[in-house]
Protein backbone atom coordinates (compact mmCIF):
# COMPACT_ATOMS: atom_id res chain seq x y z
CA UNK A 1 0.00 0.00 0.00
CA UNK A 2 1.09 3.36 -0.99
CA UNK A 3 0.89 6.60 0.68
CA UNK A 4 -0.15 9.46 -1.15
CA UNK A 5 0.41 13.32 0.08
CA UNK A 6 -0.66 16.17 -2.31
CA UNK A 7 1.04 19.58 -1.65
CA UNK A 8 -0.29 22.68 -2.91
CA UNK A 9 1.41 25.77 -2.82
CA UNK A 10 0.61 29.43 -3.95
CA UNK A 11 3.09 32.01 -4.77
CA UNK A 12 2.31 35.46 -5.36
CA UNK A 13 5.77 36.75 -7.35
CA UNK A 14 7.08 40.27 -8.54
CA UNK A 15 9.52 40.34 -10.55
CA UNK A 16 11.23 43.94 -11.99
CA UNK A 17 14.03 43.70 -14.55
CA UNK A 18 15.97 46.97 -16.10
CA UNK A 19 18.26 47.37 -18.69
CA UNK A 20 20.27 49.71 -21.02
CA UNK A 21 22.78 49.76 -23.48
CA UNK A 22 25.31 52.06 -25.09
CA UNK A 23 27.29 51.40 -28.23
CA UNK A 24 29.04 53.35 -30.56
CA UNK A 25 30.43 51.70 -33.75
CA UNK A 26 32.86 53.65 -36.91
CA UNK A 27 33.20 51.72 -40.12
CA UNK A 28 35.02 53.05 -43.42
CA UNK A 29 35.24 51.31 -46.65
CA UNK A 30 38.65 51.42 -48.35
CA UNK A 31 38.10 50.00 -51.64
CA UNK A 32 35.93 49.43 -54.41
CA UNK A 33 36.52 45.78 -53.19
CA UNK A 34 34.82 45.70 -50.37
CA UNK A 35 37.44 45.94 -47.86
CA UNK A 36 36.98 47.52 -44.68
CA UNK A 37 37.59 48.84 -41.12
CA UNK A 38 35.76 48.42 -38.30
CA UNK A 39 36.32 49.56 -34.59
CA UNK A 40 33.09 49.33 -31.74
CA UNK A 41 32.66 49.85 -28.09
CA UNK A 42 29.48 48.88 -26.21
CA UNK A 43 28.77 49.40 -22.31
CA UNK A 44 25.11 46.95 -20.92
CA UNK A 45 23.47 47.07 -17.27
CA UNK A 46 20.66 45.12 -16.51
CA UNK A 47 19.30 44.36 -13.06
CA UNK A 48 16.50 42.26 -11.94
CA UNK A 49 14.77 41.98 -8.82
CA UNK A 50 12.39 38.95 -7.73
CA UNK A 51 10.34 38.69 -4.78
CA UNK A 52 8.09 35.63 -3.95
CA UNK A 53 5.39 35.52 -1.23
CA UNK A 54 4.53 31.40 -0.91
CA UNK A 55 2.18 29.49 1.29
CA UNK A 56 1.13 25.86 1.04
CA UNK A 57 -1.25 23.42 3.16
CA UNK A 58 1.76 21.62 4.64
CA UNK A 59 1.91 20.17 8.94
CA UNK A 60 5.29 22.87 9.49
CA UNK A 61 4.84 25.33 11.94
CA UNK A 62 5.73 27.89 9.17
CA UNK A 63 3.80 27.67 6.14
CA UNK A 64 4.48 30.61 5.21
CA UNK A 65 8.03 31.49 3.10
CA UNK A 66 9.67 34.70 1.63
CA UNK A 67 12.19 34.20 -1.18
CA UNK A 68 14.25 37.24 -2.48
CA UNK A 69 16.64 37.46 -5.44
CA UNK A 70 18.64 40.03 -6.92
CA UNK A 71 20.73 40.31 -9.94
CA UNK A 72 23.09 42.85 -11.43
CA UNK A 73 24.95 42.58 -14.30
CA UNK A 74 27.82 44.54 -16.50
CA UNK A 75 29.93 43.97 -19.54
CA UNK A 76 31.75 46.33 -21.55
CA UNK A 77 33.05 45.53 -25.12
CA UNK A 78 35.32 46.53 -27.70
CA UNK A 79 36.50 45.25 -31.19
CA UNK A 80 38.52 46.14 -34.16
CA UNK A 81 37.81 44.16 -37.72
CA UNK A 82 39.98 44.68 -40.68
CA UNK A 83 38.68 43.12 -43.92
CA UNK A 84 40.71 42.92 -46.97
CA UNK A 85 39.28 42.06 -50.48
CA UNK A 86 41.09 41.38 -53.55
CA UNK A 87 40.08 41.03 -57.33
CA UNK A 88 41.08 37.79 -58.00
CA UNK A 89 38.71 36.57 -54.90
CA UNK A 90 40.76 36.57 -52.51
CA UNK A 91 39.68 37.83 -48.80
CA UNK A 92 41.26 37.98 -45.71
CA UNK A 93 39.77 39.09 -42.21
CA UNK A 94 41.41 39.66 -38.84
CA UNK A 95 40.55 41.31 -35.82
CA UNK A 96 40.17 41.35 -31.99
CA UNK A 97 37.75 41.76 -29.28
CA UNK A 98 37.94 41.99 -25.63
CA UNK A 99 35.08 41.51 -22.49
CA UNK A 100 35.07 42.39 -19.24
CA UNK A 101 32.03 41.22 -17.10
CA UNK A 102 31.23 41.24 -14.02
CA UNK A 103 27.92 39.72 -12.37
CA UNK A 104 26.63 40.14 -8.46
CA UNK A 105 24.09 38.29 -7.28
CA UNK A 106 22.03 37.87 -4.00
CA UNK A 107 19.14 35.40 -2.49
CA UNK A 108 17.67 35.44 0.78
CA UNK A 109 14.91 32.85 1.70
CA UNK A 110 13.32 32.20 4.91
CA UNK A 111 10.12 31.05 6.62
CA UNK A 112 7.85 33.94 7.78
CA UNK A 113 5.72 33.90 10.94
CA UNK A 114 2.11 35.11 11.62
CA UNK A 115 3.32 38.71 11.85
CA UNK A 116 5.58 38.57 8.52
CA UNK A 117 9.06 38.64 9.75
CA UNK A 118 11.76 36.12 9.26
CA UNK A 119 11.93 32.98 11.57
CA UNK A 120 15.90 33.12 13.30
CA UNK A 121 17.32 29.54 12.20
CA UNK A 122 15.64 29.19 9.07
CA UNK A 123 17.41 31.99 6.73
CA UNK A 124 19.53 31.55 4.04
CA UNK A 125 21.81 33.94 2.78
CA UNK A 126 23.70 33.77 -0.37
CA UNK A 127 25.86 35.86 -2.35
CA UNK A 128 28.12 35.44 -5.42
CA UNK A 129 30.50 37.82 -7.04
CA UNK A 130 32.31 36.58 -10.20
CA UNK A 131 33.95 38.60 -13.18
CA UNK A 132 35.95 37.23 -16.23
CA UNK A 133 37.97 39.32 -18.79
CA UNK A 134 37.79 37.99 -22.17
CA UNK A 135 40.65 38.53 -24.84
CA UNK A 136 39.83 37.04 -28.34
CA UNK A 137 41.80 37.46 -31.44
CA UNK A 138 40.46 35.40 -35.03
CA UNK A 139 42.00 35.07 -38.47
CA UNK A 140 39.98 33.68 -41.45
CA UNK A 141 41.17 33.33 -45.59
CA UNK A 142 38.65 33.13 -48.20
CA UNK A 143 38.98 32.39 -51.86
CA UNK A 144 36.16 32.48 -54.52
CA UNK A 145 36.13 30.37 -58.09
CA UNK A 146 33.99 30.16 -60.41
CA UNK A 147 32.02 27.80 -59.04
CA UNK A 148 33.92 27.11 -55.84
CA UNK A 149 34.22 29.06 -52.57
CA UNK A 150 36.68 28.23 -49.26
CA UNK A 151 36.77 29.89 -46.34
CA UNK A 152 38.62 28.88 -43.11
CA UNK A 153 40.06 29.99 -40.23
CA UNK A 154 40.85 30.07 -36.38
CA UNK A 155 39.51 31.74 -33.05
CA UNK A 156 41.99 32.19 -30.01
CA UNK A 157 40.66 32.97 -26.92
CA UNK A 158 41.79 33.68 -23.54
CA UNK A 159 39.46 34.16 -20.62
CA UNK A 160 40.25 34.96 -17.23
CA UNK A 161 37.49 34.14 -14.52
CA UNK A 162 37.45 35.00 -10.58
CA UNK A 163 34.84 34.26 -8.48
CA UNK A 164 33.57 34.26 -5.09
CA UNK A 165 30.83 32.99 -2.81
CA UNK A 166 29.49 34.26 0.72
CA UNK A 167 27.38 31.05 1.12
CA UNK A 168 30.78 28.59 0.67
CA UNK A 169 33.14 31.09 1.92
CA UNK A 170 35.61 30.73 -0.59
CA UNK A 171 37.02 31.50 -4.23
CA UNK A 172 35.14 29.09 -6.24
CA UNK A 173 36.41 30.34 -9.41
CA UNK A 174 39.91 31.69 -9.77
CA UNK A 175 41.73 30.33 -13.16
CA UNK A 176 42.10 31.33 -16.96
CA UNK A 177 42.84 29.15 -20.01
CA UNK A 178 43.46 29.63 -23.72
CA UNK A 179 41.03 27.69 -26.36
CA UNK A 180 41.44 27.42 -29.91
CA UNK A 181 38.18 27.24 -32.31
CA UNK A 182 38.79 26.35 -35.73
CA UNK A 183 36.27 26.62 -38.50
CA UNK A 184 35.99 25.77 -42.35
CA UNK A 185 33.44 26.50 -44.90
CA UNK A 186 33.20 25.08 -48.87
CA UNK A 187 29.95 25.50 -51.06
CA UNK A 188 30.68 23.74 -54.94
CA UNK A 189 28.10 24.04 -57.94
CA UNK A 190 29.03 20.54 -58.78
CA UNK A 191 26.16 20.88 -61.18
CA UNK A 192 23.78 22.96 -62.85
CA UNK A 193 21.59 23.96 -60.40
CA UNK A 194 22.74 22.13 -57.60
CA UNK A 195 24.99 23.53 -54.47
CA UNK A 196 26.97 21.00 -52.16
CA UNK A 197 28.13 22.76 -48.74
CA UNK A 198 29.97 21.86 -46.25
CA UNK A 199 31.51 23.59 -43.11
CA UNK A 200 32.70 22.83 -39.36
CA UNK A 201 33.45 25.11 -36.56
CA UNK A 202 34.09 24.31 -32.69
CA UNK A 203 32.32 27.04 -30.63
CA UNK A 204 31.88 27.26 -26.98
CA UNK A 205 28.81 27.80 -24.74
CA UNK A 206 29.08 29.60 -21.72
CA UNK A 207 26.73 29.41 -18.84
CA UNK A 208 23.59 32.47 -18.14
CA UNK A 209 24.53 34.69 -15.67
CA UNK A 210 21.67 33.54 -13.52
CA UNK A 211 22.40 30.14 -13.68
CA UNK A 212 25.78 30.96 -11.91
CA UNK A 213 24.31 32.89 -9.23
CA UNK A 214 23.56 30.57 -5.84
CA UNK A 215 20.09 31.69 -6.08
CA UNK A 216 17.19 29.94 -4.69
CA UNK A 217 13.66 29.20 -6.34
CA UNK A 218 11.16 28.12 -4.10
CA UNK A 219 8.62 25.81 -6.00
CA UNK A 220 6.94 23.86 -2.31
CA UNK A 221 8.26 21.78 0.46
CA UNK A 222 9.58 18.80 -1.93
CA UNK A 223 11.00 20.88 -4.62
CA UNK A 224 13.22 23.52 -5.61
CA UNK A 225 15.21 25.58 -8.16
CA UNK A 226 19.06 26.40 -7.01
CA UNK A 227 21.99 27.89 -8.96
CA UNK A 228 25.32 26.57 -9.52
CA UNK A 229 28.07 28.85 -9.33
CA UNK A 230 30.40 26.30 -9.84
CA UNK A 231 29.29 25.59 -13.59
CA UNK A 232 31.97 25.57 -16.34
CA UNK A 233 31.58 26.45 -20.36
CA UNK A 234 30.50 23.78 -22.75
CA UNK A 235 32.24 23.42 -26.09
CA UNK A 236 30.95 21.86 -29.00
CA UNK A 237 32.41 20.00 -32.59
CA UNK A 238 29.58 21.21 -35.04
CA UNK A 239 29.81 19.51 -38.72
CA UNK A 240 26.90 20.17 -41.40
CA UNK A 241 26.80 18.79 -44.83
CA UNK A 242 23.86 20.36 -47.45
CA UNK A 243 22.56 19.85 -51.14
CA UNK A 244 20.89 22.59 -52.30
CA UNK A 245 18.35 22.51 -55.33
CA UNK A 246 17.81 25.56 -57.52
CA UNK A 247 18.41 27.64 -54.55
CA UNK A 248 14.85 26.22 -53.48
CA UNK A 249 15.09 22.80 -51.75
CA UNK A 250 17.68 21.72 -49.35
CA UNK A 251 18.54 18.53 -47.77
CA UNK A 252 20.81 18.94 -44.50
CA UNK A 253 22.30 16.52 -42.45
CA UNK A 254 24.47 17.66 -39.34
CA UNK A 255 26.09 15.99 -36.43
CA UNK A 256 27.41 17.94 -32.81
CA UNK A 257 29.41 16.81 -30.31
CA UNK A 258 29.24 18.64 -27.14
CA UNK A 259 31.92 18.18 -24.06
CA UNK A 260 30.74 19.06 -20.50
CA UNK A 261 27.53 20.23 -21.66
CA UNK A 262 25.13 22.14 -19.03
CA UNK A 263 21.69 20.95 -18.46
CA UNK A 264 18.97 20.48 -15.73
CA UNK A 265 19.50 17.97 -13.65
CA UNK A 266 17.56 17.10 -10.57
CA UNK A 267 18.94 15.43 -7.51
CA UNK A 268 16.92 13.33 -4.66
CA UNK A 269 17.86 14.60 -0.74
CA UNK A 270 18.83 10.96 0.72
CA UNK A 271 17.42 12.20 4.50
CA UNK A 272 14.24 13.27 2.82
CA UNK A 273 11.41 13.03 -0.15
CA UNK A 274 12.34 16.39 -1.70
CA UNK A 275 14.22 17.28 -5.26
CA UNK A 276 16.32 20.27 -5.84
CA UNK A 277 16.56 20.80 -9.36
CA UNK A 278 19.74 22.68 -10.74
CA UNK A 279 21.80 23.32 -14.03
CA UNK A 280 24.97 20.98 -14.10
CA UNK A 281 27.73 19.97 -16.70
CA UNK A 282 27.30 16.93 -17.94
CA UNK A 283 30.01 14.50 -19.66
CA UNK A 284 28.62 15.19 -23.74
CA UNK A 285 25.65 15.16 -25.72
CA UNK A 286 25.29 14.22 -29.00
CA UNK A 287 23.02 15.25 -31.96
CA UNK A 288 22.58 13.71 -35.33
CA UNK A 289 20.17 15.96 -37.45
CA UNK A 290 18.34 15.16 -40.82
CA UNK A 291 16.51 18.16 -42.15
CA UNK A 292 14.59 19.10 -45.51
CA UNK A 293 13.40 22.30 -46.58
CA UNK A 294 11.52 23.42 -49.37
CA UNK A 295 10.43 27.17 -49.92
CA UNK A 296 8.36 28.20 -52.85
CA UNK A 297 7.16 31.62 -54.13
CA UNK A 298 4.57 32.95 -56.50
CA UNK A 299 3.40 36.59 -56.63
CA UNK A 300 0.38 36.12 -54.26
CA UNK A 301 1.97 33.02 -52.30
CA UNK A 302 4.91 32.16 -50.26
CA UNK A 303 5.68 28.70 -48.43
CA UNK A 304 8.39 27.70 -46.51
CA UNK A 305 8.10 24.17 -44.49
CA UNK A 306 10.63 22.63 -43.15
CA UNK A 307 10.77 19.03 -41.54
CA UNK A 308 13.31 17.17 -39.35
CA UNK A 309 14.84 14.84 -37.20
CA UNK A 310 16.96 15.04 -34.09
CA UNK A 311 18.38 11.75 -32.87
CA UNK A 312 20.42 13.18 -28.64
CA UNK A 313 22.39 11.02 -27.16
CA UNK A 314 24.15 12.27 -23.50
CA UNK A 315 26.39 10.37 -21.13
CA UNK A 316 26.56 11.16 -17.43
CA UNK A 317 27.44 10.00 -14.13
CA UNK A 318 23.99 9.23 -11.88
CA UNK A 319 25.41 7.75 -8.24
CA UNK A 320 27.93 5.07 -8.99
CA UNK A 321 26.64 4.10 -12.35
CA UNK A 322 26.95 5.36 -16.01
CA UNK A 323 23.59 6.40 -17.43
CA UNK A 324 23.55 7.07 -21.30
CA UNK A 325 20.05 7.84 -22.46
CA UNK A 326 19.07 8.73 -26.28
CA UNK A 327 15.99 9.68 -28.13
CA UNK A 328 14.71 10.83 -31.36
CA UNK A 329 12.97 14.40 -32.03
CA UNK A 330 10.90 15.24 -35.09
CA UNK A 331 9.57 18.24 -35.88
CA UNK A 332 7.84 20.37 -38.75
CA UNK A 333 7.64 23.90 -39.46
CA UNK A 334 4.89 25.56 -41.89
CA UNK A 335 4.85 29.11 -43.09
CA UNK A 336 2.37 30.11 -45.75
CA UNK A 337 1.74 33.27 -47.33
CA UNK A 338 -1.27 34.65 -49.06
CA UNK A 339 -1.34 38.23 -50.74
CA UNK A 340 -4.86 39.52 -51.40
CA UNK A 341 -4.06 41.84 -54.08
CA UNK A 342 -5.75 45.69 -52.71
CA UNK A 343 -6.98 43.86 -49.43
CA UNK A 344 -4.18 42.38 -47.18
CA UNK A 345 -1.82 39.58 -46.41
CA UNK A 346 -2.87 36.44 -44.53
CA UNK A 347 0.04 34.44 -42.64
CA UNK A 348 0.12 31.32 -41.10
CA UNK A 349 2.62 29.43 -39.19
CA UNK A 350 2.39 26.13 -37.08
CA UNK A 351 4.95 25.00 -35.40
CA UNK A 352 5.03 21.09 -33.61
CA UNK A 353 8.19 19.11 -32.37
CA UNK A 354 7.39 15.53 -30.56
CA UNK A 355 8.77 14.20 -27.40
CA UNK A 356 12.64 14.10 -27.24
CA UNK A 357 15.33 14.24 -24.96
CA UNK A 358 17.29 17.02 -22.80
CA UNK A 359 19.85 15.96 -20.55
CA UNK A 360 17.51 13.47 -18.08
CA UNK A 361 14.57 14.71 -18.95
CA UNK A 362 11.95 13.48 -21.85
CA UNK A 363 10.13 16.46 -22.80
CA UNK A 364 6.70 15.97 -24.01
CA UNK A 365 5.12 17.29 -27.33
CA UNK A 366 4.27 20.88 -28.20
CA UNK A 367 2.19 22.71 -31.09
CA UNK A 368 2.23 26.11 -31.44
CA UNK A 369 -0.73 27.84 -34.48
CA UNK A 370 0.18 31.76 -35.39
CA UNK A 371 -2.12 34.13 -37.65
CA UNK A 372 -1.42 37.34 -38.96
CA UNK A 373 -3.49 39.61 -40.89
CA UNK A 374 -1.52 42.94 -41.81
CA UNK A 375 -1.54 45.38 -44.73
CA UNK A 376 0.05 48.58 -45.97
CA UNK A 377 -0.86 52.26 -46.76
CA UNK A 378 0.74 55.25 -48.01
CA UNK A 379 2.86 53.78 -51.22
CA UNK A 380 3.40 50.85 -48.56
CA UNK A 381 5.43 53.00 -45.86
CA UNK A 382 2.83 52.43 -43.49
CA UNK A 383 1.70 48.50 -42.17
CA UNK A 384 -1.16 48.09 -39.47
CA UNK A 385 -0.71 43.95 -38.24
CA UNK A 386 -2.86 42.26 -35.98
CA UNK A 387 -1.51 38.92 -34.86
CA UNK A 388 -2.50 35.84 -32.62
CA UNK A 389 -0.47 33.38 -31.28
CA UNK A 390 -0.98 29.85 -29.69
CA UNK A 391 -4.59 30.04 -31.24
CA UNK A 392 -4.65 26.10 -29.90
CA UNK A 393 -3.52 26.36 -26.76
CA UNK A 394 -1.37 23.78 -26.89
CA UNK A 395 2.34 25.14 -26.15
CA UNK A 396 3.39 24.45 -23.35
CA UNK A 397 6.40 23.04 -21.63
CA UNK A 398 6.46 19.63 -19.44
CA UNK A 399 9.29 16.57 -19.23
CA UNK A 400 9.49 13.71 -16.96
CA UNK A 401 12.54 11.81 -15.78
CA UNK A 402 12.68 8.11 -14.34
CA UNK A 403 16.39 8.11 -13.43
CA UNK A 404 17.68 6.27 -10.61
CA UNK A 405 14.18 4.57 -9.49
CA UNK A 406 12.20 7.95 -8.72
CA UNK A 407 9.81 9.47 -11.69
CA UNK A 408 10.01 12.88 -11.91
CA UNK A 409 7.04 14.95 -13.31
CA UNK A 410 7.10 19.08 -14.40
CA UNK A 411 4.32 20.59 -16.28
CA UNK A 412 3.90 23.95 -16.82
CA UNK A 413 0.95 25.56 -17.64
CA UNK A 414 -0.17 29.22 -18.64
CA UNK A 415 -2.30 31.18 -21.00
CA UNK A 416 0.39 31.53 -23.83
CA UNK A 417 -2.49 33.00 -26.14
CA UNK A 418 -2.08 36.60 -26.82
CA UNK A 419 -3.12 38.93 -29.55
CA UNK A 420 -1.06 42.12 -30.72
CA UNK A 421 -1.73 45.03 -32.91
CA UNK A 422 1.05 47.27 -34.43
CA UNK A 423 1.47 49.96 -36.21
CA UNK A 424 4.80 50.41 -38.06
CA UNK A 425 6.48 53.70 -40.53
CA UNK A 426 9.03 53.05 -42.52
CA UNK A 427 10.82 56.15 -42.88
CA UNK A 428 13.70 55.21 -45.34
CA UNK A 429 17.10 53.60 -45.69
CA UNK A 430 19.06 54.81 -42.24
CA UNK A 431 21.82 52.80 -42.60
CA UNK A 432 24.47 51.34 -44.60
CA UNK A 433 22.23 47.46 -45.29
CA UNK A 434 25.54 45.58 -44.98
CA UNK A 435 26.85 47.05 -41.53
CA UNK A 436 23.76 44.82 -39.91
CA UNK A 437 26.50 42.28 -38.53
CA UNK A 438 28.34 44.52 -37.29
CA UNK A 439 25.43 45.81 -34.98
CA UNK A 440 25.44 43.89 -31.81
CA UNK A 441 28.48 43.72 -30.42
CA UNK A 442 27.87 42.16 -26.95
CA UNK A 443 25.56 39.37 -28.91
CA UNK A 444 27.63 36.97 -26.87
CA UNK A 445 27.20 38.44 -23.71
CA UNK A 446 23.20 39.25 -24.29
CA UNK A 447 22.34 35.42 -24.41
CA UNK A 448 23.72 34.90 -21.41
CA UNK A 449 21.22 37.07 -19.48
CA UNK A 450 17.52 35.11 -19.14
CA UNK A 451 14.67 37.16 -19.52
Do not use: C
Not at 83 to 110: L, M, P, Q
Amino acid sequence: MFLQTLIYSNTQGQFDAFGNTVQLNYSRDLDTNGSLIYIGGQYSQYSGENKDSISENNEFLYPNRLNLNNSNINFTSGKIDYEKKWNKGWGIDVGAKYTYVFNEGDSRFSDIDINGNPVTGTIFDADFQYNAHILAGYLEGSKTWDKLFIRAGVRTEWTRTKGNSKQYNQAIADTGYINFFPNFLLTWDFAKEWELSVNYGRRINRPSFQDMTPYVDYVDSLSAFIGNPFLTPSYSHEAELSIIFKEFASLELGYTYTENAITLFVEKDPNSNAFVAQERNIDYQQSISVGLNLPYQLKWWTTYNGFGMNYNISRFQLDNSLANPRKPMFYVYLYNKLAIPKALDLEITYIYHSSGLQGIFEFFPSHNLIVSLSRKFLKDKLQMRVMGSDLLRLQNQGGVSTLDGFNVRYQEFWDSFNARISISYRFGELKKKGDNYKSKLGRDEEKRIKN
